[in-house]
């Protein structure tokens, strides 16, 4: 499951830029990201996962393989997808 954390972080990532993929190791900030689309990736998380994730832990941890373990942190281990939280 975690896989899946990681995939779905990495199409949003990929959505939000403009991109046909998003490489897990890639830099947000380096592939074009900026403080709007770290905004609007936070929002996807909480309406995926039910966590809110602070804008500035995107311009800390801002590969997908960084981030992905901060979302699951804050899932305390439930990594059930957005169709548990009702999104």
């Not at 993929?21 to 947000?28: K, L």
């Amino acid at each position: 499951m975690t896989t899946t954390v990681h995939e779905a972080l990495a199409a949003d990532c990929a959505e939000l830029l403009g991109l046909d993929a998003f490489p897990r190791d890639a830099d947000f900030f380096a592939a074009g990201g900026h403080s709007l689309t770290a905004i609007r990736l936070v929002a996807r998380i909480r309406a995926r996962y039910g966590v809110e994730v602070p804008v500035a832990e995107v311009f800390t941890s801002p590969t997908v393989n960084e981030l992905a373990p901060v979302v699951i942190g804050l899932l305390g281990g439930d990594l059930a997808p957005a169709e548990a939280h009702g999104a």
